[in-house]
């Protein structure tokens, strides 16, 4: 009978594109995984320096962060345009910085307290009059650990 | 005959997973968590001037243009790893430094102190350049020591403790550590 007919033969089959989407599926989840989502959003331009005798910063979940830097041009109306500090999510002034730690301090198990880090994520452009202050306060309460967090790379890419 | 079920046909399962593929392509942002880290002094506790002498200290200025001075006379960025190296490693009284024992460095590694004052106005990018360079003089020497001792490098012993744990690792850390204590001190900014 002529029910199962065969194809012309001769023809190229299709590629199977089945498996595509478990392919893409796979990078999905990678890309899923290794996002670290920001916690704070910028309010300032941060272009790191860079340094090359750098430490990895490990434990994130020791590490409080204080951003510095010029306000990005969304904010620049409202904030100026002097270099400003960042803690959280809004501008802050010098003397916000002890709060700021206490609060981060008390949030943490007591055991943890010795080990905590503040990384400093200060723009490039930024005078040492405000990171100068900002380790003053630091001092005045105890957070004597810091990172200078900068990417990584030749240190000559900062002398432009 | 058999009643053919109607299949979902996942033709755009594709088309919806690049869609989500691609968005997290664009949010990620492989943070930069590396740094350089430090260790403020506590409050209060400037080292006395009156107990320093002036051999045992280098002056590192950093001006409002971001010129780099070292006791007094201006140099170059790329100068300053090798001139803070000569003055740590000096060693007029030490068996395991290999300085030139100049009559006007420091005495000892433990002695050297580095003292980098910065004026308000410098740019953090040459600070950071500074810190940069005294950290990979500093790591440089103890590289060399380490080798010395215990035939593996500075940086190999502490990527191994970190691994480990161990307490004979940490020992020698401890042992280099004190050979060339990072002696960096940051007087009060100028106005």
């Known amino acids: ?160 | 005959m058999r009643r053919s079920r109607p299949s979902v046909n996942a033709g755009s399962m594709a088309d919806i997973a690049f869609l989500l593929l691609i968005f997290f392509l664009i949010t990620t942002t492989i943070q930069s968590e590396a740094g350089i880290n430090r260790k403020l002094p506590p409050p209060k506790d400037d080292i006395p001037e009156g107990f320093i002498l002036k051999r045992n200290l280098l002056v590192i200025e950093l001006n409002s243009k971001d010129e780099i001075m070292i006791n007094d006379t201006i140099r170059k960025l790329s100068e300053l790893k090798r001139i803070a190296m000569n003055f740590i490693d000096n060693g007029a009284d030490c068996n395991y430094c290999k300085g030139a024992k100049d009559a006007h460095m420091s005495i000892h590694p433990d002695k050297a102190i580095i003292s980098l004052r910065s004026n308000r106005d410098t740019g953090y990018d040459a600070y950071i350049n500074v810190q940069n360079e005294l950290v990979g003089a500093y790591r440089q020497l103890r590289n060399r020591e380490s080798m010395r001792l215990f035939n593996i490098s500075y940086d190999e012993l502490k990527l191994q403790y970190s691994k480990t744990g161990e307490i004979a690792i940490k020992n020698k850390l401890k042992t280099i550590q004190e050979m060339y204590p990072e002696k960096i001190s940051e007087a009060e900014l100028k106005q």
């Open chain 1, 1 to 160: 009978m002529s029910k199962f007919k065969k194809k012309k033969s001769g023809e190229l089959p299709a590629i199977s594109t089945a498996s595509l989407p478990d392919i893409v599926f796979m990078l999905l989840f990678f890309f899923m995984v290794a996002t670290v989502m920001r916690e704070n959003t910028l309010m300032i331009e941060n272009r790191l320096p860079v340094a090359n005798q750098v430490e990895k910063l490990d434990k994130k979940n020791l590490v409080m962060y204080i951003y510095a830097g010029k306000p990005s041009s969304r904010y620049s109306s409202s904030a100026g345009t002097q270099a400003r500090i960042q803690l959280n999510d809004k501008f802050a002034n010098i003397e916000d910085i002890a709060p700021f730690v206490l609060a981060e301090r008390a949030a943490k198990r007591e055991e943890e307290i010795p080990f905590l880090i503040t990384a400093l994520k200060v723009d490039g452009e930024t005078n040492m009059g405000l990171v100068g202050d900002i380790k003053k306060e630091l001092r005045e309460v105890q957070a004597l650990k810091i990172n200078y967090t900068t990417r990584i790379g030749d240190a000559s890419d900062n002398l432009k």
